[in-house]
């Protein structure tokens, strides 16, 4: 009998504490590893993006580097993991671009809504610029195509030596046009043959033909007096239309930059400093996540390493890369009042998606483990309430 009873009180616990699970909410945020430094081959995995389909499949992607000790000029390899389920499992990586010997690196991709294809795009060698695409929501692609000579028209402007993309995504405008973030440099050579990354200057490249054909924008800016090397940045297209480029800079201002056009081509407006938006000098991501009148307010989110509030923020060639923030505009990028830490530790290179059904993926440069050398990248999935809840 009290085998029997104790066998039931056992019974009881477990159907207690299942029922106690289905109860309660999911987690606000879930953190998922994705490639972990000094594993599959490489030391270090940097310049994350990530993009979700149509259909809802999340496509993370990012560059292996072998060795951390060359920086951007490392052997490096692009590698992508998909999820079919909204970041719960992760297929295992798999190397999209890249052979293991020269630099293949900075990628951008375009989940089409219209088309339901993914184009990417990546460069090689700071020299080249390649293009692929996928019809099956990033299952295979295509075999990349040069498509380089869109950009040489602009070499009588700004005698490019150095040319990347992004890094992050590029986005598709609501007349299908697909729109690229570029940034260039008239890098002179140094004595291990590779070339500096400034002076530099920013364009778009862009399709108005679903990817069969590729043109160059207008400047948008170039290294100046008034603004010091324009170079990464991230595009978002506003309710009205408008692009907005969102730019890093090697200014000591610290802040995001921001230059508009009417069609993500020409007529740019002059880069201003967005005195809402500190930059450490670092890569960022941008992303809508609602616009009416199909939802009830225009938001916008962005995530960077805001740490403003350290000692160091303005010290030194760059401030700390650390205390990575989501940032939200319901003014279609006019103020930020609404913010959330993300990660308060170490951080660098992020970007941000938004699935069909509304949940947020950020993918960032991390080390959680400093007793790793090297970045490992990292993927939080969340809902909109998550930023919003009382903290």
């Not at 590893?33 to 149509?54: C, D, K, M, N, S």
């Not at 973030?181 to 778009?204: K, L, Y």
């Amino acid at each position: 009998m009290v085998r029997k009873l104790t066998f039931l009180g056992w019974m009881l616990i477990a159907v207690t504490t299942v029922a106690q699970q289905q109860q309660e909410p999911p987690p606000r945020m879930q953190s998922t590893l994705l490639w972990q430094a000094r594993t599959e081959g490489y030391e270090t995995f940097r310049i994350p993006g990530i993009v979700a389909t149509a259909k809802g499949t999340i496509l993370a992607y990012g560059v292996g580097r072998r060795f951390l000790k060359d920086g951007d000029w490392s052997d490096s390899d692009i590698l992508l993991r998909r999820s079919l389920d909204g970041g719960k499992t992760w297929e295992p990586s798999k190397k999209i671009a890249g052979d293991g010997h020269g630099v293949t690196d900075n990628p951008v991709a375009i989940a089409s809504r219209k088309k339901g294809w993914v184009h990417l795009l990546y460069q090689h060698n700071y020299e080249r610029i390649l293009y692929m695409w996928s019809k099956d929501d990033g299952a295979s692609f295509s075999h990349p195509v040069d498509i380089t000579a869109a950009l040489e028209g602009l070499r009588s402007q700004f005698a490019w030596t150095v040319v990347a993309l992004g890094p992050g995504h590029a986005i598709e405008l609501r007349n299908g046009r697909l729109l690229v973030p570029v940034w260039m440099a008239e890098g002179v050579q140094t004595v291990d043959g590779r070339r500096r990354h400034a002076p530099s200057g920013i364009t778009t490249l862009y399709s108005d033909n679903g990817g069969k054909s590729w043109q160059h924008g207008d400047i948008i800016a170039v290294n100046s007096t008034e603004m010091v090397n324009p170079n990464e940045m991230q595009l978002i297209q506003l309710a009205d239309g408008v692009v907005m480029a969102n730019i890093r800079t090697g200014d000591t201002a610290r802040q995001r930059a921001v230059a508009f056009s009417p069609d993500g081509i020409h007529h740019w407006t002059k880069p201003e400093f967005d005195p809402h938006l500190y930059d450490p000098i670092c890569a960022a991501g941008i992303v809508r996540y609602s616009m009416t009148p199909r939802d009830d307010h225009n938001r916008i989110l962005f995530v960077n390493p805001d740490s403003e509030s350290s000692p160091k923020a303005h010290q030194g060639n760059s401030g700390p890369r650390q205390n990575l923030t989501l940032k939200m505009s319901e003014d279609e990028g006019g103020t930020w009042p609404i913010k959330r830490v993300l990660h308060a530790g170490s951080s660098g290179y992020s970007d941000i998606a938004v699935a069909p059904d509304k949940t947020i993926y950020v993918l960032y440069e991390s080390n959680l483990n400093p007793s790793i050398k090297g970045n490992s990248l990292t993927v939080l999935r969340f809902q909109l309430d998550w930023l919003n809840q009382k903290r």
